[in-house]
């Protein structure tokens, strides 16, 4: 246990206190105060570094609740029992665990549309005090929680004071004698009191010892049992403690035009089921959040954001949404106590977000954007949070000139799930091609040869109407060279698709920003240019872990090859003579996918990591600790989803037209994919010319277009994949007509799967023709070459078939400007089944959305801070 001076009233408070030294030396700047309320102006959360990659946990578990915290006598046997417990228990805490919330007789009503507490206007102040260092942090669920039991000697003290105190353990240690929550009893009958306990009524509940027995005294209120560490995760911090002080104005407010819409209607959602659950007999309780525990649904396995219904008795929860369907699973989740059937009636209204947070954020959020001229289309008025002086206003009009030109914050939603009504004979167009208006730039005009890329694409809505969902930005290479000069590039896809050549230019950001808010994806060429080649060949991999053991996929049929040496598949990946066989004595196209399985890349393999996240294109998207990879602004104490980067590796064959290497599917998340390595196969059956020839057959097969075709003929750069992209806003036609197909061979899809998340589908040329024949929709097909790497945006549907064999390196992210997709497809992810691999929400999006906009607010904040204090651009009067 690390040392400290500062023993807390709390005599369970340094049972936790294990990690990290609390006194944390704080580098001297400027600094923003938010003085939220009169008690806690000048207090402020600690961290142990200003790296922005490294997020230091948050601190603290407060146990005592109720009255002022006041020095205890037997902290010492505290420490002295937990020093015994860690001898004993040796293990860190896992990465990743559940747990579910329940509810008791403490709570205060509340408008959500006004404090209950007597919060303050902010002014923004630029001279503040030093704040006081802070020796909390947020409980952790221990790996040895299952040993803390309360001495006799604490015991007789909390029966003489009869205080409330926080639940510190699980319920069949510290209350055997009281209702256990379902984690526990599982655990109990399991008989498993090695390993971690996901106990639900883990500080959490509230007991008290009345005429020497032990009872439960209800649970958390939001707004008095808040400590300060619970309340500095939801709200912007001051300048002391704000971690992101790289983070540009341009990114801030690219973060805020493209979060924040989407961020007000999730608070919007908030307030209806506010409105719609909240019950005077029944007062909401808070769950204040665990370090390193993530809260879901019980029914549908989507992470919990805020507001969630759950049982008092045995801890079960549920997201409002499936309150609102009223899921009938209900049925099926015996309550632990006298196994009685769960109703949505007997269930509390819990929330996660402390106290008004969620309103105070929303008020600052419009303060911003109307101080900064963002772009922001919520409906819900709200009163000023923010008040600022005119020599302030000042500082920011300064602030928004400099950065006008530089900054692509408009909000382009064609590819969104916005329909827009057309009438179509006003499109001009003839059947030889014409000049089409383009009315992004006045006066330039762009010759689309075919009709079909003329036309918007279309489709039947269910009221009969012919409407618009979506129309590509078309370009041409004259146009965008005016446009966009000095950034060298070409146009793939028949003028949709944008190709960077250079990975490293500084002008990159802004075009791809362009062509990216559209939810169009874009190839960027030459990276292998900059990476160590040596390190990515396939002996390199087979010397390094070719002992090891793994699963592998064969590509034709989707049959697992189990418990293989990895070096069986790197001697196949050139040679098809040493490749496995099936029972018919036929090669199998191997595939190993997301290797290395259930481990970080990045300490399993530390060169290549640093290799590819150095060099990855698009930095500030790609990057882990990237401005605009808006992942990085969760909290430490949330679980952060593994984005990788992954390797996938596979052989390829240009004669199998109908598989594919990765069938269709869409990914939650952005994702970028690297070719570092294209393996021609050496086979004594065929020779080199007609593997050669047989490739470019499929690349033609694959319905490229002429530009593609140009790169492998005429330009003769190595192909290695055939992509095949969809924009997100066709998703739905793609599965209507995947759903006719599967009527037509006889198939059934069960009511909880999906034709596109099951992954079943690989959509060779005669589906491809039929696809744009019947619903209008045409993708990219795009040739993936040696160094290329496609970047392509979330919700998107994609598939990819090997001519060659090919070692691929993924990056997935989350972007400001595919939220919207994000959103929409967690909730499609959650309509499935419990058991399909997609169906737990693992990125945590709704929270994502929320810290990345307090983050982008404080970072405009300091933005100002820092111009005001040095004061040599302010704007004279």
């Known amino acids: 246990m690390t040392e400290t001076d500062d023993h807390h009233c709390d005599p369970f408070a340094n049972m936790y206190l294990q990690e990290n030294p609390t006194n944390v030396d704080i580098p001297s700047s400027a600094e923003i105060n938010y003085p939220l309320e009169e008690t806690i102006e000048n207090s402020s959360m600690m961290f142990e570094n200003d790296e922005p990659a490294q997020v230091s946990s948050y601190m603290r578990e407060a146990v005592i609740d109720d009255e002022e915290e006041e020095n205890s006598n037997f902290v010492k046997s505290a420490e002295s029992q937990n020093n015994s417990s860690q001898n004993s228990e040796n293990e860190g805490p896992k990465s990743a665990k559940k747990k579910g919330r329940p509810k008791g007789s403490l709570g205060v009503k509340k408008d959500f549309t006004k404090s209950t507490t007597s919060f303050k206007k902010v002014h923004l102040t630029f001279d503040g005090q030093q704040n006081a260092q802070s020796n909390e942090r947020l409980p952790r669920m221990r790996a040895n929680v299952h040993n803390m039991k309360l001495t006799q000697d604490q015991i007789d003290q909390l029966k003489a004071e009869g205080k409330n105190f926080y639940q510190p353990g699980v319920c069949f240690i510290i209350a055997p004698e009281l209702e256990h929550c379902i984690e526990c009893i599982k655990q109990k009958r399991k008989s498993r009191t090695k390993r971690e306990v996901d106990c639900r009524f883990y500080h959490f509940r509230k ?66 089921y506010y409105e719609k659950y909240n019950s005077a007999s029944k007062p909401i309780i808070w769950k204040r959040l665990i370090d390193q525990v993530i809260e879901i649904c019980d029914l549908c396995s989507t992470t919990l954001f805020n507001y969630h219904l759950i049982c008092t008795k045995c801890g079960l929860s549920l997201c409002i949404d499936c309150a609102n369907e009223r899921n009938p699973k209900i049925s099926s989740a015996q309550c632990s106590i006298k196994e009685e059937v769960h109703t949505y009636e007997d269930l509390y209204l819990t929330q996660i977000i402390v106290g008004d947070s969620l309103d105070i954020l929303q008020r600052m959020l419009h303060d911003i954007c109307r101080l900064w001229k963002i772009d922001h289309h919520c409906k819900f008025k709200t009163e000023k949070y923010i008040e600022i002086d005119k020599q302030l206003e000042n500082v920011i009009y300064n602030l928004m000139k400099e950065d006008g030109e530089k900054t692509f914050i408009t909000r382009e939603l064609a590819h969104t799930f916005k329909i827009v009504d057309v009438d179509f004979q006003k499109i001009p167009y003839n059947e030889e091609g014409n000049k089409e208006p383009n009315h992004e730039f006045p006066g330039v005009y762009k010759h689309q040869p075919e009709v079909k890329d003329i036309l918007p694409v279309r489709y039947k809505s269910k009221f009969g109407s012919e409407s618009v969902i979506s129309i590509s930005r078309i370009m041409n290479q004259a146009t965008s060279d005016l446009f966009y000069k000095n950034i060298p590039h070409k146009w793939l896809c028949e003028g949709k698709l944008l190709r960077l050549l250079d990975p490293m230019n500084p002008g990159n950001e802004r075009f791809f920003g362009d062509q990216w808010q559209r939810g169009q994806p874009v190839l960027i060429s030459n990276v292998l240019d900059h990476l160590d080649r040596k390190i990515w060949l396939p002996q390199s991999f087979s010397n390094e872990f070719g002992s090891e053991k793994s699963d592998f996929i064969n590509c034709m049929t989707g049959n697992l090859v189990r418990n293989k040496e990895i070096a069986v598949f790197w001697d196949g990946f050139e040679v098809v003579e040493k490749r496995l066989r099936d029972n018919d004595g036929v090669p199998m196209l191997l595939k190993l996918k997301d290797w290395p399985p259930d481990s970080d890349f990045k300490k399993i393999m530390p060169t290549r990591f640093d290799d590819i996240m150095k060099n990855l294109p698009m930095n500030a998207y790609t990057n882990r600790t990237g401005d605009l990879n808006i992942i990085k602004y969760l909290p430490q104490c949330f679980i952060h989803p593994d984005l990788g980067p992954k390797g996938y590796f596979a052989y390829g064959s240009p004669y199998y037209l109908k598989e594919g290497t990765t069938n269709l599917h869409l990914d939650v998340s952005d994702a970028c994919n690297v070719m570092c390595y294209i393996g021609f196969p050496r086979d004594k059956e065929k020779s080199v010319d007609e593997y050669i020839e047989q490739g470019f057959l499929a690349i033609i097969d694959a319905n490229c277009d002429q530009s593609n075709i140009d790169r492998v003929i005429r330009d003769g750069e190595i192909p290695g994949a055939i992509w095949h992209i969809y924009e997100a806003a066709d998703t739905d036609k793609i599965r209507d007509f995947l759903l006719k197909v599967a009527v037509e061979k006889g198939f059934k899809v069960a009511r909880d799967h999906d034709v596109i998340h099951d992954q079943n589908w690989y959509l060779d040329n005669e589906m491809r023709k039929r696809l744009y024949a019947e619903y209008g929709v045409k993708g990219y097909a795009i040739v993936q070459c040696l160094g290329d790497c496609i970047i392509l945006p979330a919700g998107t549907p994609h598939q990819v078939r090997n001519i060659y064999s090919c070692i691929k390196i993924a990056e997935d992210f989350v972007s400001p400007q595919q939220m919207a997709h994000c959103l929409h497809l967690s909730e499609e992810f959650r309509k499935l089944t419990k058991t399909h691999t997609n169906n737990e929400e693992k990125l945590n999006i709704k929270n994502i959305a929320y810290h990345s906009i307090k983050e982008a607010i404080a970072g405009l904040i300091h933005a100002v801070n820092t111009v005001y204090n040095v004061g040599t651009k302010m704007m004279k009067n």
Do not use: N
Request: with cysteine; charged share 35%.
């Open 207 to 272: 007991l008290r010892y009345e005429d020497g027995k032990l009872i439960v005294a209800g649970f958390l209120d939001p707004h008095e049992d808040p400590k300060e560490i619970d309340k500095i995760i939801w709200l912007p911090q001051s300048e002391k403690t704000f971690r992101f002080k790289g983070m540009s104005v341009q990114h801030a407010k690219l973060i805020i035009a493209h979060v924040g819409d989407e961020l007000c209607l999730i608070i919007d959602k908030e307030r209806k």
